[in-house]
């Protein structure tokens, strides 16, 4: 369970384009102090363009609700010489930088952390958050009170830890605060029955990150990686669409750029002799 309280790149490069900004810092045509018609869910993708290969890109964290440091720890940053990871900070950079490109796009996991950072918000805060959730420009996938684990557990606190997350929020940001996803990327392993859960719950998928190494190499080679999950014999309708990340919550050789990562930045300037695009494009 390396902590890994940081921003990656779950898929690479692009083709997003929603356009139009306003004039506001949610850069809706809207006053961000008035509550949008909700655009989230799959209303909220960026358009694709037909005959062309459209990929996504989505950042996205996790961050362990108590693991070598306790949840106050984690959240605010403590005890640094233990591990180096403070929750709060995710959450103020993230929403910083949502509002500076319409097309950008973050998912968030653990409602015990966001609703952690949501109660030391001011009003005008909330209101932008809810704003960037009912744009689905900020959206919550699994969304329980933590990722759990699927080795050891009941299947009875499975529920009870979605109940109080999803609950959360759904008091607080409505629709648009439902997840659809289930994010499943750090657990040691995953159980039929946990697919079953999110079947049953509602969602349309399912994303894991540390399948079995054979398996994985295996599906790799077959192109299975992502697959219509059959999670219960019993139930109907029990299918379950699933896909596992390639480098479980990693960026690609090369590309992170965290504060704890060593890789080169990615250079850009159109006039500067360091310019590395096409190098770190060809690369990866
Ligand atoms: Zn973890």
């Not at 929750?87 to 103020?92: A, E, G, R, T």
């Not at 299947?155 to 009870?160: C, E």
């Not at 109907?236 to 990562?261: H, K, M, R």
């Amino acid at each position: 369970m390396e902590n890994r309280n940081k921003l990656f790149l779950l898929l690479m490069v692009l083709q997003c384009l929603l356009v139009g900004t306003g004039a506001n810092p949610t850069g809706s045509k809207q006053s961000f102090f008035g509550r949008h018609p909700a655009q989230c869910g799959y209303e909220g993708c960026p358009r694709v363009k037909e005959n062309m290969l459209n990929v996504h890109l989505v950042a996205h964290t996790h961050d362990d609700v108590g693991w070598l440091k306790t949840v106050d720890q984690y959240y605010y940053g403590s005890r640094s010489s233990i591990q180096k990871a403070g929750v709060q900070y995710i959450l103020d950079s993230v929403i910083q930088e949502l509002l500076k490109d319409v097309t950008r796009r973050f998912i968030f996991v653990e409602s015990a952390f966001m609703q952690k950072w949501y109660l030391e918000q001011t009003e005008e805060m909330r209101e932008i958050v809810k704003n960037l959730v009912n744009e689905g420009r900020l959206e919550f996938i699994g969304g329980a009170w933590s990722m759990n684990d699927e080795a050891s557990v009941h299947y009875q606190s499975v529920i009870d830890q979605f109940t109080w997350g999803l609950r959360f929020l759904n008091d607080t940001f409505g629709e648009c605060g439902r997840p659809k996803a289930g994010w499943q990327i750090d657990p040691f392993g995953h159980s039929r029955e946990q697919g079953s859960l999110f079947v049953q719950m509602g969602y349309d998928g399912l994303f894991q990150g540390r399948l079995d190494f054979q398996d994985k190499s295996n599906r790799i080679a077959q192109q299975t990686m992502e697959m219509m999950w059959k999670t219960s014999d019993s139930l109907e309708n029990s299918e379950l669409f699933t896909s596992g990340l390639y480098y479980i919550y990693a960026p690609p050789p090369g590309f992170c750029f965290d504060v704890l990562c060593n890789d080169d930045p990615f250079i850009d300037g159109p006039y500067s002799k360091d310019n590395n695009v096409k190098e770190k494009v060809s690369d990866s």
